[in-house]
């Protein structure tokens, strides 16, 4: 595929806000995660809780209004992504920019509360309740779209974990075939009951700060977060999206194939596309969500494909697992690394299972790249790897 430039990029998560607070977590070396607990919450574990989500939105957006798209809100209002699409927008044009917002959660957390409202009186669910315009996975999409007033194609990507690497993979596949000129893509998910429960029910969540490929990891944390990217291209910026790889494996409802089929397979679809070959790629960041089996199958697959030696690691351990938005936060990282030549440690790892044989980071450093890829993987072995670059 012809290279895609990543014109701006930003994320808000439980590091903080912009592009310098997710740095300057990395140099830190400074994790997100607090076991102070979520909303009502009983469960003993920790979370990746992004603060400032009280403020409602604008009053033209009432309708929307919950905690996801709040979260939605307070991202696009950093870096100047909003300017950088209204510049984008006099460029193309607004009907040419196309919008790919991925999300899991979307605003089940509103339908919690409008739940808790619940009149016996009638039955009747509470007047402010609106579920086309919060819970429904759309939401997000929408709201990103009409915020930034754009009006070219616009989806919701919902693919569990994977969801917000494969709206890059959308987004380019959209571009090619001529439906548009650019695109904002990004992946939102905020913190909620059900999915607190709903994991903890799967006994994938960890009493414990998440330690991912550590010989003592038990789970993931679970994080919120909200990534926004516009690609543009031909646009003269460094970094580009080289290439994209997407598999299903198929193997179970909630875990991977113990040999790491589905992410090889997608690994190399992404070198592949790009036409580059294993040994070109400087750093992955891993999918590691810290669980038992899903970091054993990984590590299986970047050895498979990478080799023992290619340095790796997780970045979960400092925002937890934002789920939804796991990809598009995680590809800002990526991009940081890029921009800065960073390979961050694998954070709270203190010693490596001997089963994982590849290259995790137990210490940060610095070191030029040129090429890093970066893992996401999901339920029902849905899988996407990215691969991005520099050009100098």
């Known amino acids: ?65 919950c905690r996801n798209n709040r979260l939605a809100e307070l991202g696009l209002l950093q870096d100047g992504f909003i300017d950088a699409v209204a510049a984008a927008r006099t460029r193309h044009g607004a009907d040419r920019i196309a919008v790919y917002v991925a999300t899991s959660t979307a605003g089940v957390q509103q339908t919690e509360l409008a739940y808790r409202a619940y009149r016996s009186d009638g039955g009747a669910l509470p007047d402010w309740f609106n579920h086309r315009t919060t819970q429904n996975s759309f939401s997000v999409a929408d709201y990103t779209r009409l915020r930034l007033g754009l009006a070219g194609p616009c989806a919701a990507v919902s693919t569990a974990c994977s969801s917000s690497a494969k709206v890059f993979a959308s987004a380019a596949r959209a571009i090619a075939a001529g439906l548009c000129d650019a695109a904002v893509v990004g992946g939102v998910d905020s913190l909620c009951l059900t999915t607190l429960y709903g994991f903890n029910a799967l006994q994938l969540i960890s009493h414990d700060i998440c330690r991912p ?69 400087d750093y992955i960041n891993l999918h590691g969500t810290g669980t038992p089996v899903n970091d054993l199958a990984e590590d299986k697959a970047v ?86 670059g520099t050009v100098h």
Request: one cysteine or more; a negative charge.
């Open 213 to 281: 490929a550590d010989v003592d990891r038990n789970g993931l944390s679970l994080g919120e977060a909200a990534g926004f990217a516009l690609i543009e291209p031909g646009i003269d910026t460094p970094l580009r999206l080289l290439g994209y790889g997407e598999s299903n494996d198929a193997h179970h409802m909630s875990a991977p194939h113990p040999e790491g089929r589905g992410a090889h397979e997608a690994m190399q679809a992404a070198l592949t596309r790009a036409g580059v070959e294993p040994s070109s790629v």
């Open 303 to 388: 050895c498979a494909l990478f080799g023992r030696d290619i340095p790796c690691s997780s970045t979960k351990g400092w925002s937890g697992h934002t789920l939804g938005a796991a990809g598009a936060l995680e590809a800002t990282l990526s991009l940081l690394c890029l921009r800065h030549g960073l390979l961050p440690r694998s954070l709270n790892t203190r010693k490596v299972d001997t089963r994982i044989e590849g290259n995790i980071l137990l210490q940060t450093r610095r070191a030029p790249l040129q090429r890093v890829l970066s893992n996401s993987f999901g339920f029902g072995g849905t899988n996407c790897s990215l691969l991005f």
């Open 1 to 65: 595929m012809t290279p895609l430039g990543i014109s701006y990029f930003t994320a808000t998560s439980a590091l903080g806000r912009g592009l310098d607070a997710h740095l300057q977590a990395l140099l830190d070396e400074r994790s997100g995660l607090h076991d102070a607990g979520f909303e009502t919450s009983r469960l003993h574990t920790w979370t990746g809780e992004v603060i400032g989500l009280e403020t409602p939105l604008p009053t033209a957006f009432f309708d929307w209004d």
